[in-house]
């Protein structure tokens, strides 16, 4: 069975859900900085949306049943490769457990985001049994 996750406050605004869990995973769509999950990106630096962005994924991984301590891979999506370091040094602060495995791609579509992330993580076991 496949799950979707969309909290029906915050449409995702394009083709897809903001999450879908299966065979004990979640799967995490491309999530920025907005105000509030789907919203428009926050101005901020890039260490800022770099936080915001993975606030968003926290809250969207706990609707799902997970959590950012239960990542296993994450897609770093970049506007500005002169960013990455700042980035970097923000992201490492929210896996202090130990970081998931991870790649990163420049944004494809046109955005005002600095930072964007995708992930896959464990479902909870409460999750799984559902």
Same mark, same amino acid.
């Given at each position: 069975?496949?799950? *979707? ?8 605004? %394009?083709? *897809? ?9 979640? *799967?995490?769509? %491309?999530? &920025?900085? &907005? ?8 101005? %901020?630096?890039? @260490?800022? $949306? ?13 609707? @799902? &049943? ?6 296993? $891979?994450?897609?770093?999506?970049? $506007? ?14 929210? *896996?202090?457990? %130990? ?5 990163? @791609?420049?944004? &494809? ?6 930072? #964007?992330? #995708? ?6 076991? @409460?999750?799984?049994?559902?």
């Amino acid at each position: 069975m496949i799950e *979707f996750f969309n909290p029906p406050d915050a449409p995702a605004p %394009g083709a *897809f859900s903001r999450a879908t869990r299966a065979a004990g995973l979640i *799967f995490v769509s %491309g999530t &920025g900085a &907005g105000n509030d999950i789907g919203g428009k990106a926050r101005e %901020g630096t890039a @260490a800022e $949306q770099t936080r915001w962005a993975l606030e968003n994924v926290a809250a969207i991984l706990a609707a @799902a &049943g997970s959590s950012l301590e239960r990542v296993v $891979q994450v897609t770093l999506l970049i $506007q500005d490769p002169a960013d990455y370091h700042e980035i970097n040094a923000e992201y490492v602060k929210h *896996f202090p457990n %130990g970081l998931p495995a991870r790649h990163t @791609a420049r944004f &494809g579509v046109p955005t005002t985001a600095k930072v #964007a992330f #995708a992930c896959i993580a464990l479902a909870s076991e @409460a999750a799984r049994a559902r």
